[in-house]
């Protein structure tokens, strides 16, 4: 079972940037597909960025251009840097992680799920 724990989030103004990470540990060893995901009041579940073990990266339509993914697989942590932030992007952000050695922004793909962190973006 893997664990996750992200940090980072907070309030920012629109136009700011904040920066996320995620500390993986348990058993990282079959882990294949890191991912943020986010949800806000109301909303389904959606996938933001994905980053795969050799750092091959989707992200959705809505981020792409802002926001940057990356990993640092020595201290088994995920980041996720996100610029110009805009206030539809308030939400709780969630690390998620998946065996699957195809990466994907499907929510049903990630079996690993962190508690999230709040991201709040005031205009």
């Known amino acids: 079972q893997v664990q996750l724990v992200e940090s980072g989030g907070g309030s920012v103004q629109a136009g700011g940037s904040l920066g996320l990470s995620c500390v993986a540990s348990g058993d990282t060893f079959n882990v294949r597909c890191l991912a943020w995901f986010r949800q806000s009041p109301g909303k389904e579940r959606e996938g933001v960025a994905s980053i795969d073990m050799d750092g091959w990266t989707t992200y959705s339509d809505s981020v792409k251009g802002r926001f940057t993914i990356s990993q640092d697989n020595a201290k088994n942590t995920l980041f996720l840097q996100m610029n110009s932030l805009k206030p539809e992007d308030t939400a709780r952000y969630y690390c998620?992680?998946?065996?699957?050695?195809?990466?994907?922004?499907?929510?049903?793909?990630?079996?690993?799920w962190g508690q999230g962190t709040l991201v709040t973006v005031s205009s």
């Open positions: 998620a992680a998946s065996i699957n050695s195809w990466c994907t922004l499907a929510r049903g793909e990630y079996k690993s």
